[in-house]
Each structure stands twice: as C-alpha cells, then as structure tokens.
C-alpha cells in the first residue's frame, strides 16, 4: 500500500499546471492548497558533511492551516489519518559537467519512517496529539556536491498530498525545505 501511495504521489508532485507546477484556480470546492513554510527542516545543517555522516530531515504539520484562500482547514477535526499524508525529496549530486543528476537512493541508507520509491524518498508520518511528524535521516555514502530537492525541477516546492485520491476533500500543502527557497536548493558537500 505505501508503495502505492508513493507512486501516487510521485504521479502528483509532477503534474500540475500554474508556474510552480500547481494549478491555482481549481473550481472543486472540496480541493483547498495551503501554502506554508517550515514544514520540514533540515535538523543538523552544515555547509560540509563527512562520508558516512547522515542528514537529518524533520517534518511537522500542524493540525490548524489556513489556505491560500483564507478558509480554516483543522485536519484533525475532519479526520485526517497519518498514513494519509505523504511527501517525498531526492537527493542530487553533481557531476562533472556542473549538473545535478538523482541519486538512486536505496532502504539502507535511509534512517526512520521513510522508503524508497524510484529516486524520491517517500516521508510516512506519525500522528501526535498537536501535528503530523516525521523525522528521517539519508545516510550520505559518498564524496561530492550535493541538493535536496523536492522534485527534477531546480527549487521546487515541496509538495504534501494530504488525504487519499478517492477521499471527498483533497489538500495540497506547499512548503519549500526550510534551507531551501523558490531561487535555490539546500546544496551542500560531502567529504
């Protein structure tokens, strides 16, 4: 089922259709897109990693979000499950020509409630009392540059689908990576 549900995700995070790859004038009132920051958050930032160090990745959602439109959404109230929420990041390494290009991430260099589906990590959240959280680590294996990103595009927000596809009321939340912002992506070096 998360392996699904990833790829549903995947599948959303890529269409779309205002500048930032997200459609603004939905005429569904049952969709609301929120828009917040600080959603998740690099946990131990550093400008220069060691071979072997791991990031750290912490998500929070807060239960009380305003959309973009004004309207108060409390995801508890209408019944919100954690294994409803998703969000995946890639990480990218570049080459030797200055581009980035994915790194094929796999299960074993991931630390927490996460997974692998294709080159995304896939977040999977826990409910507490007050928010939905995660907290995940990427074991970093090998020397280089390296971004975090949301997606394959440069400075992409990060995209929470919230609620399954068939369930009556769709929410989307966009928040860019708290290190991050709509001109660049947390880049960093590993040695």
Do not use: W
């Not at 020509?97 to 991430?105: M, N």
């Not at 090998?142 to 609620?163: D, S, T």
């Amino acid at each position: 089922i998360r392996a699904l549900f990833a790829g549903m995700l995947l599948c959303a995070s890529m269409c779309g259709c205002g500048d930032d790859g997200y459609d603004d004038d939905h005429s569904d009132d049952n969709y609301m897109r929120v828009e917040s920051s600080n959603i998740t958050t690099v946990t131990n930032v550093r400008d220069t990693y060691n071979v072997n160090d791991i990031i750290y990745l912490e998500t929070n959602i807060p239960f009380l979000l305003t959309t973009v439109s004004g309207q108060r959404v409390d995801l508890n109230q209408l019944g919100l499950e954690a294994s409803q929420i998703g969000c995946g990041i890639s990480l990218f390494k570049q080459a030797e020509d200055q581009t980035y290009e994915s790194v094929l991430l796999t299960s074993d260099l991931l630390v927490g409630n996460a997974g692998v589906y294709q080159d995304f990590v896939t977040f999977f959240c826990s409910k507490t009392a007050t928010n939905f959280n995660n907290q995940t680590g990427i074991k970093l294996n090998a020397p280089g540059r390296y971004q975090l990103r949301a997606g394959n595009v440069v400075a992409m927000p990060m995209f929470y689908q919230l609620g399954d596809f068939n369930a009556e009321t769709r929410i989307d939340l966009i928040s860019y990576l708290s290190q991050s912002n709509a001109d660049s992506d947390f880049t960093f070096t590993v040695e």
